[in-house]
């Protein structure tokens, strides 16, 4: 005769052991996503940063260095 508490039991084990399984790889993947939105986000910081920067030069009458990425200030006009 099958023993049916057994595979009741061997059932539920197998469940646990799923659900414990499931519940680890969506913890790892809302870790991974939220490393990227901080990432995203310092980004898009750090560029308007940069842009208030770059705007805040050309106000001021300065000239935009892309090279060295800051401004090198007011421009004195020549004559050649």
Same mark, same amino acid.
């Given at each position: 005769m099958v023993d049916w508490p057994k595979i009741l039991g061997g059932v539920l084990v197998l469940a646990a052991i799923t659900w414990a399984i499931v519940e680890i790889r969506e913890? %790892?993947?809302?870790?991974?996503?939220? /490393?990227? !939105?901080?990432q995203n986000n310092e980004a898009a910081n750090r560029a308007h940063s940069k842009r208030n920067d770059y705007d805040t030069?050309?106000?001021? %009458?300065?000239?935009?260095?892309?090279? /060295?990425? !800051?401004?090198?200030?007011?421009?004195?006009?020549?004559?050649?």
């Open positions: 913890d %790892g993947a809302r870790s991974a996503k939220t /490393a990227i !939105e901080r030069c050309l106000a001021a %009458g300065g000239l935009w260095n892309f090279e /060295a990425g !800051e401004c090198d200030g007011p421009q004195k006009h020549r004559r050649d």
